[in-house]
Structure formats: C-alpha cells, structure tokens
Nanobody
C-alpha cells in the first residue's frame, strides 16, 4: 500500500515559481523500483501528465512544461518534488502525484499507468 500527500500549492502571478511536494508512505514491498508521476487537471479539462520520475533517475516531461518544470526525489525521506518555474496561467489546476511499482523508461505520463494517487494540491496562476 502506498499513501501520497501533496503540498505546496498556492496562488501566484505569472512568471513566478512554486515547488510542490509529495510525501510517500509505503508498506514493505517485494518491488524495489517505482515511478512517480505528476498530473494536473484544469477546470473542465481532462487530467494530463506533466512530469514523471523513475526511481533510478530517468525523467519524462510533457512538451508544455519542458524547460520550466523539474521533477526530483529525496529517496532517504520518500519525498518527491515538482519545481515549477516561469508559471503561466495555463498551468492553473489541481496537481496530483501518483505512484506505480516497477520502473519504466521513460516513466509514463498516462494516468492509467498509476494505481496510487494523492488528494491533490491546487495551483492558481493569474496573468
């Protein structure tokens, strides 16, 4: 079992930065590798993957956030981060982290690949 808790959302103006955190609590597993994905859902839109990280290091980003978002992990504390720079109004939405056991290269950005989800944290970017 994996529990995920996001934090770090907020409201800010375009051009600003935010760092989202995802704290993972997991029961012992026979699996050692995993992927963590970051997704967002804007009002009236479908959820989309924005960034993902494989436990061994490979990352994957949606074209819309490449060069602006960076995903990272603190393995010792089981915390995952999404650094978001140069935010735009279109980055507004509810942000979720998600977990899947098993490594994948590149780590997937499709939500059906993940089976553990956090409750989300809201990001609002104004122009």
């Amino acid at each position: 079992q994996v529990e995920l808790v996001e934090s770090g959302g907020g409201s800010l103006q375009a051009g600003g930065s935010l760092r989202l955190s995802c704290a993972a609590t997991r029961s012992p597993s026979r699996y050692t590798n995993y992927c963590v994905g970051w997704f967002r859902q804007a009002p009236g839109k479908e959820r989309e993957g924005v960034a993902a990280l494989d436990s061994n290091g490979p990352t994957n980003y949606a074209d819309s956030v490449k060069g602006r978002f960076t995903v990272s992990q603190d393995k010792s504390n089981n915390i995952f981060y999404l650094q978001m720079d140069n935010l735009k109004p279109e980055d507004t939405g509810m942000y979720y982290c998600a977990w899947k056991w098993g490594g994948w290269k590149p780590p997937p950005l499709t939500d059906s690949s993940y089976n553990h989800w956090g409750q989300g944290t809201r990001v609002t970017v104004s122009s």
